[in-house]
């Protein structure tokens, strides 16, 4: 767990790592002052959602340059994806960015329009 990280809706750990590779648990849109509290749009969401998961990675020693794959969870597909995918490319350099799933769902915590959740790995030496 990481101690300034945000608040856990359900019983897991931030981040769990093996073998240098860290699995960030998905994020919600709250914030660590404001658990629960969510702001309106797909763009306030998910730049939330990316600072959370920036916390988390940060937390371990690592940041967005270390993300490998990203697995998105939309709750408005067809109406949020071409916004959503607007703010979240700005997190990411455009020669630089991780695999990526994005899927459609029906139901979040908080009833969240965004989770998002990496994969990411510590550098070798």
Request: aromatic fraction near 10%; hydrophobic fraction near 45%; glycine fraction near 8%.
């Amino acid at each position: 767990m990481i101690a300034a990280g945000p608040k856990p809706v359900a019983p897991f750990s931030h981040a769990v790592e093996s073998d240098g590779f860290v699995f960030v648990t998905g994020q919600m849109p709250d914030t660590p002052e404001n658990p629960g509290v969510l702001p309106a749009g797909i763009e306030a969401q998910t730049r939330n959602v990316m600072t959370n998961l920036d916390i988390v990675l940060k937390g371990v020693g690592l940041g967005f340059e270390h993300v490998l794959a990203v697995r998105a969870y939309l709750t408005h597909f067809a109406e949020d994806y071409a916004a959503f995918n607007i703010t979240y490319s700005t997190f990411f350099p455009s020669d630089r960015r991780p695999a990526r799933t994005c899927i459609g769902v029906t139901g979040l915590a908080y009833d969240a329009r965004v989770e998002i959740d990496f994969i990411a790995r510590h550098p070798t030496a």
